[in-house]
């Protein structure tokens, strides 16, 4: 059973998350990526692995999906910011 506090960890996850697909789809539909800042997603990036790493570490479902899916939104984000350039 998911206690309480893992159902907060999985709505704040849920809410965190869901932020970045705006951001994709626009990215994707117009193909302009000149006002994101490769570095930050970079960054951002090695942070969500980082955070991923700690999850598996802690056992919490939360942590765990919330970044295994915004790690693939902020790697779609650098691809197409590679590939828009």
Known sequence: MIDTFE???????FLTTSAFVPQVY???????????????????FIGIMLWLIY???LNSLAMIVSNI???ILALLLIILKIKHQ
């Open 55 to 57: 999850g598996f570490h």
């Open 69 to 71: 899916i915004t790690g």
């Open 7 to 13: 159902i907060v960890g999985l709505v704040a996850a």
């Open 26 to 44: 626009k990215a994707w539909k117009t193909k302009s990526t000149e006002s994101l800042s490769l570095p930050m997603y970079l960054i951002f």
